[in-house]
């Protein structure tokens, strides 16, 4: 009887751990749909059309954060009072939070090449088509002005995208100003090609390493969640029949 005793304190304690680290994953979550929603701006910005499906992940991320928080938070609560219905309710919540993940990394897999397809095909849209230069005051401009002085780097691929492009065109210019190594160098003047000159990368690695950088926290966590999200339900249904045969 002892020895049923200490295991089922144990479990109480298991679970308490398990959904406080579901609690800070939350946190990690809601903190990089915040950094989506407000600190990728300049990254959303350049993608021109497609920006509203990266806004909508980082909705997703502070979505799923917030639940995730109060989920600890309920399991938690649950476990130290000994509550069934709260750890009924976390089952129920965090089975179908586990389920919308897996459902989810599996739609991620299957369309990852299209998606990157088609961030690189809008991205270069934007740039051919809507960036206007240096001085120029609308956000996919001001974008990509960020994103090139930020990490020294010039058009899509290389400084030859500006070729044909809407911003030659108006300006006459070969590349704009923010892509010179030396912004005060009179020889870097938009027309003077030699490549001592103009950043020799293009901006779309960067844009990308970022983007895969954050990617990674974000499968990471994911990930982590899922096997402690397992971990919880096993727990919480173990509580739940044990505090049901006590009373």
């Not at 919308?100 to 934007?126: H, M, P, W």
């Not at 994103?147 to 044909?164: R, S």
Request: aromatic residues 10%.
């Amino acid at each position: 009887m002892s020895e049923l005793t200490n295991l089922y304190a144990c479990f109480k304690y298991l679970m308490m751990f398990f959904t406080g680290i579901i609690s800070v994953a939350g946190g990690v979550l809601l903190g990089l749909g915040l950094w989506i929603k407000y600190g990728a701006g300049s990254f959303i910005q350049a993608i021109g059309p497609f920006s509203t499906q990266f806004i909508n992940i980082g909705y997703i991320c502070i979505g799923v954060g917030s639940v995730l928080v109060v989920v600890g938070l309920v399991g938690c609560c649950g476990a130290w009072k000994e509550n069934r219905c709260l750890l009924l309710l976390l089952f129920c919540i965090v089975s179908v939070v586990y389920i919308a993940e897996v459902v989810g990394a599996v739609l991620i897999f299957i369309y990852k090449d299209i998606v990157e397809s088609v961030v690189r095909n809008v991205s270069r849209d934007s740039l051919m088509n809507a960036y206007a230069g240096p001085v120029a005051t609308d956000s996919v401009s001001q974008a990509w002005n960020f994103i090139m002085l930020k990490y020294h780097c010039c058009g899509f691929d290389n400084y030859t995208d500006f070729t044909g492009s809407q911003f030659s065109k108006s300006t006459g210019l070969s590349y704009p100003k923010t892509c010179c190594v030396n912004l005060k160098d009179l020889e870097c003047d938009g027309k003077n090609m030699q490549t001592t000159l103009i950043h020799a990368k293009g901006c779309f690695r960067s844009m990308i390493s970022v983007i895969q950088q954050q990617s990674t926290i974000i499968g990471s966590t994911a990930a982590g969640i899922c096997v402690l999200e397992v971990g919880t339900m096993i727990v919480s249904a173990v509580l739940f029949v044990r505090i049901g045969q006590r009373k």
